[in-house]
């Protein structure tokens, strides 16, 4: 067989091993840069658009480039995505000045640094956390569990606080995806989970609809994870915390550590 030939075989042979290239997918665990109220553990915002925050990111998302992402997936409500990407459209041209949301701070940039031409939402609205159930039944039965919880929240508080007053923002987005945190993080809803057990699970429902909804957020993921694809998914830790679980178990992409690029 001549070695022309030969070639010709292997690459056929090959062609559907690269066709089947599993996703690599990147999952990006920050706080929220410019927080909206909305999460349990409220602690002052900081000013992420300070010289020395700018200069870090201006760093941090050149070096994900190294990754060569194909699609950025980013924590938005999907009924906002024609907007979002009107304003992305608007950077690319140099008529938006980015705002402080790890959206625009971090997506933005990497999108635009990686060449492409629109930003992805992969997170969901429909199902929240649905613990008011669960809220009442402690309040009439002054579950201990409760009183867990509610010194976790006392404990994340104050160490965020301490952790944003003397942590530089690398360090503080390490912070945020240290698996230690990660593990208080899936904790914190675990505390509660044996609320009501034997006599209505209003508990037990409370941390299912948390996971629920980080279980939709992952099948956003996995809908766009098609073979060959190198995505960054960006979101707050609570959620990425149990995303990295179910990627960790999944056989059908290949996840990819963020640590090496802090």
């Known amino acids: 067989m001549s070695r022309l030939l030969t070639t010709l075989v292997l690459t056929l042979i090959s062609l559907p ?37 700018q200069a870090y990111l201006e760093a941090l998302t050149q070096r994900l480039q190294g990754f060569k ?38 997506g ?21 956390w649905e613990a008011e159930a669960m809220f009442e039944y402690a309040k009439k039965h002054d579950s201990p569990g409760m009183k867990t919880f509610n010194k ?36 914190m809803y675990l505390a509660t989970n044996a609320i009501g057990a034997g006599d209505g699970y209003s508990g037990a429902a409370s941390s299912a609809s948390w996971w629920k909804r980080n279980f939709y957020m992952y099948a956003n993921i996995q809908k766009l994870a098609e073979p060959g694809e190198r995505i960054i998914a960006i979101g707050g830790t609570g959620h990425m915390a149990i995303l990295k679980q179910l990627l960790a178990i999944d056989r059908r992409l290949e996840g990819v550590a963020v640590d090496p690029y802090f």
């Not at 950025?72 to 938006?96: F, H, M, W």
């Not at 508080?157 to 987005?173: N, P």
Request: no cysteine.
């Open 108 to 128: 933005f940039r990497i999108a635009k640094l990686a060449g492409h031409e629109r930003v992805y939402s992969f997170d969901n609205r429909e199902v929240g």
């Open 17 to 53: 091993m690269l066709a089947a290239q599993p996703a690599q997918v990147m999952l990006f665990g920050t706080f929220h840069f410019k927080d909206a109220g909305l999460d349990i553990v409220k602690v002052k915002d900081i000013d992420i658009l300070a010289e020395e925050n």
């Open 152 to 187: 976790i929240i006392e404990t994340f508080t104050a160490e965020d606080e301490q952790a944003r007053a003397t942590m530089s923002l690398k360090q503080l987005l390490q912070r945020q995806n240290d698996p230690d945190n990660e593990r208080m993080n899936m904790d």
């Open 69 to 106: 992402p194909t699609r950025v997936l980013l924590e938005y409500n999907p009924e906002n995505d024609e907007a979002i990407n009107e304003r992305y459209r608007e950077y690319l041209a140099g008529n938006y000045e980015l705002g402080a949301n790890e959206i625009y701070q971090l």
